[in-house]
């Protein structure tokens, strides 16, 4: 199968409420949660997760060649849990160098 076409299908399956070939665009910032504050569909805040950024995150690893992906909002966002993980190990330093401007 050519790139293009895997590209396009990547990550789709039809859904199952309205029949859609191509994913929407979920533009909603919260989520229903049940009354004890539950999640309903696994999906709580859109900084947190949400059905696009799902959706891609399943498309992009057979596009990769890759097992799986993690989808971020902002590259500090991505920066954060790589940040915690070798702080827990201690193996990542950095030398923190002041950046001065000369006139």
Not at 18 to 28: R, T
Not at 57 to 82: N, R, Y
């Amino acid at each position: 199968m050519r790139l293009e076409t895997q590209v396009v299908h990547a990550g789709q399956a039809a859904a199952a409420q309205m029949g859609d070939v191509a994913p929407p665009i979920h533009l909603s910032t919260t989520f229903v949660r049940d009354p004890e504050g539950v999640p309903l569909s696994g999906h709580t805040y859109i900084r947190e997760s949400n059905p696009t950024q799902s959706q891609l995150e399943v498309a992009l690893p057979p596009l990769e060649g890759g097992e799986a992906s993690l989808v971020f909002g902002s590259g500090m966002a991505a920066a954060v849990p790589f940040f915690r993980r070798y702080q827990r190990i201690r193996m990542l330093c950095f030398r923190m160098t002041p950046i001065t401007a000369s006139a």
